[in-house]
């Protein structure tokens, strides 16, 4: 059930055709049994996408860290910083 609410939140991430780009194809998100995962190689793209994310899903409470969001060895500028739903992430 969970996969298929995120479908359309999934339509409108791939429509911003913003993401990791092979060809004619953008991936920018990947579906799992309990979340979602968003990725973007720069940091206004994967803010356009998280803004996308907190339009879409009023209910859907998303926990986010840092730690789920980049591996430990690699660190953002500090400003860098991306906001979900006006809170910092």
């Excluded at 004619?24 to 994310?53: E, M, W, Y």
């Amino acid at each position: 059930m969970f996969a298929v609410y995120l479908d359309e939140l999934s339509y409108q991430l791939g429509s911003a055709r913003v993401g990791c780009a092979e060809g004619n194809t953008v991936v920018n998100n990947l579906k799992f049994a309990d979340g979602i995962c968003v990725f973007r190689p720069t940091v206004s793209g994967l803010q356009r996408l998280l803004n996308i994310c907190g339009d879409y899903a009023a209910e859907i409470i998303f926990i986010v860290t840092k730690q789920d969001c980049l591996p430990k060895e690699v660190k953002l500028p500090a400003l860098a910083n991306v906001f979900l739903n006006g809170a910092w992430q």
